[in-house]
């Protein structure tokens, strides 16, 4: 293994103890369920619409380790803290870190409407 090698794995350890899940995730890809290390965002997306108004939206995402992953598609199932999720895009592999996106909610179960303003 090259110096650089190692010294991106070292800081890759570094990385998941720091931000890394306590709990982790579970990737259900066909029948099976593979526990996975991951660093799991959900950040606050606040868009203002021209008029007034605004539309709170949250994308969450997760960061795993490539090699983890594989196998791993759109629509598949993510399970994080025993709250479902389903993968809507799989990001480019970045020095052996991927970067998935995801919605909440069960892969092919519809959504509740939305019938009411929010407050």
Not at 2 to 24: G, T, Y
Not at 87 to 94: D, K, R, S
């Amino acid at each position: 293994m090259s110096r650089f090698s190692e010294r991106l794995r070292r800081a890759d350890q570094r990385v998941d103890r720091a931000f890394a899940e306590d709990v982790q995730a579970v990737l259900v890809i066909g029948a099976e369920h593979r526990p996975v290390t991951v660093i799991f965002e959900e950040p606050d997306a606040l868009v203002t619409i021209p008029g007034g108004g605004e539309i709170d939206d949250r994308t969450p995402a997760i960061s795993a380790y490539t090699r983890d992953i594989l196998g791993l598609k759109n629509r598949c199932q993510v399970l994080i803290d025993s709250v479902s999720y389903w993968v809507t895009h799989i990001g480019a592999n970045e020095e052996g870190r991927t970067r998935v996106r995801l919605a909440k909610g069960e892969p092919g179960r519809q959504q509740p409407a939305i019938d009411k303003w929010s407050k």
